[in-house]
């Protein structure tokens, strides 16, 4: 489900400032305060060189031992929707004067509305490397490969990085425009050891190259391959949700869960997206539905690979997870953008989380968005 997003105005900074410190082009946030220190400097008639220079590396010191804690307000929240009808298929013909937003049980005032497709994006490409993954990890693979291509497709508007989990979480491909970089990381990477999803998730909202703008143009978005489980991260699931919603994240899946297996984690993915405005589509859990195998044509072998040497089970399998890469990409590129000011005083709630609903003037339709956001960040 579409995440929304928060903007910040003047003389407030972006919510992006959170990963400021990596962003790329960014200028030090000591320039604009140079020449008033070297006027300063040089209006005291007892500062010498020497000490003026000593005293500006103490107090550079200074500032890389303690780094200044960001503070940010927001002053404009931005809403990415989604909408469908009762058939999951995309209604994108609505105006602005069909959408309602309510924060906190408030009506609010929609200032702005786009329904503009392939808005800019930078997507993060986590993949699942656990030892789970290795039954059809060529299709998997290949289903990662097809989204990279169908979501970079070398358009400016676009970026994105690639993450790895198994037992620890590692950033493959930091920040780029050129799919071939990360499509070729996913070609040389082979599954093995835990599952470290949770940390994978952090590192995507702690550690790597900001796009300028980030989140407003381009938001920002992240899609998980994998089956949601974790069992190697130093992060809880409570802990990643909480950062995806203060770094204006929405988590998006794409499910390896084979059909008739589940887990105490299964619900995992599915809470990370539904709590950060995506969804989770689940290929694999119908698998058998389109394919002729033993429930039709019972034998005494079982059903092994639906017909023994057809390979019509990993034909299914590729087929599912093709579906699903395109059901994704068709849902992050077509999306409405509110934007609105809230009519919310925040006076003593500076990290307070406010509930966003979106309603549309449509029947049977399904709307979705991020559920709030926090006014601060930590």
């Known amino acids: 489900m579409p995440r929304f997003i928060c903007r910040v105005l003047l003389p407030a900074i972006w919510v992006a400032a959170a990963w400021a410190q990596t962003a790329e082009p960014s200028k030090p946030a000591s320039t604009s305060a140079e020449p008033a220190k070297a006027s300063s400097q040089s209006s005291s008639p007892q500062s010498s060189p020497q000490s003026t220079t000593a005293a ?28 469908t009808d009762s058939k999951g298929r995309f209604v994108n013909d609505l105006e602005g004067k069909d959408f309602h937003v309510i924060e906190d049980g408030k009506p609010q005032t929609i200032r702005f509305f786009t329904r503009e497709q392939r808005q800019p994006i930078v997507v993060g490409f986590l993949m699942d490397l656990s030892n789970m993954s290795r039954i059809h990890w060529k299709n998997y693979q290949e289903a990662a490969i097809e989204l990279v291509e169908n979501l970079l ?15 620890d979480a590692e950033l ?11 499509v070729e990381k996913l070609r040389k990477m082979k599954p093995s050891g835990g599952s470290a999803l949770y940390d994978a998730i952090y590192m995507a909202c702690t550690n790597r190259k900001l796009v300028q703008g980030e989140p407003i143009e381009p938001r920002r978005v992240i899609v998980v391959i994998g089956d949601g489980h974790d069992d190697a ?32 984690s299964d619900n995992d993915l599915d809470r990370l997206a539904v709590e950060t405005g995506g969804r989770v589509v689940h290929p694999l859990g119908d698998v058998y539905a389109d394919t002729d195998g033993y429930l039709s044509h019972p034998s005494d072998d079982g059903n092994y690979a639906l017909s023994v040497g057809t390979g019509a089970y990993a034909g299914a399998v590729m087929s599912k997870m093709f579906h699903a890469v395109t059901d994704i990409a068709g849902e992050v590129t077509t999306q409405y953008i ?25 029947a049977n339709v399904k709307v979705r968005a991020r559920k709030g956001y926090y006014t601060t960040l930590p």
């Not at 780094?67 to 909408?83: F, L």
């Not at 493959?172 to 990360?182: A, L, N, S, V, W």
């Not at 934007?339 to 509930?355: A, E």
């Open 233 to 264: 991260s130093k992060h809880s699931l409570n802990q990643v949700i909480e950062l995806a919603q203060r770094s204006l994240v929405t988590v998006y899946g794409v499910s390896t869960t084979a059909f008739g297996f589940v887990s105490e």
């Open 153 to 167: 497709k070398d358009d400016p508007r676009y970026t994105g990085y690639l993450i790895s989990y198994a037992t």
């Open 56 to 83: 500006a590396a103490t107090q550079d010191q200074k500032h890389e031992a303690e780094p200044a804690p960001i503070r940010v307000e927001v002053n404009e929240v931005i809403v990415p929707v989604t909408v």
């Open 172 to 182: 493959q491909q930091d920040t780029t425009k050129d799919p071939e970089k990360i």
């Open 338 to 362: 509110i934007r609105y000011i809230p009519d919310v005083d925040y006076t003593g709630k500076p990290k307070t989380f406010h509930n966003v609903t979106v309603l549309v003037d449509l």
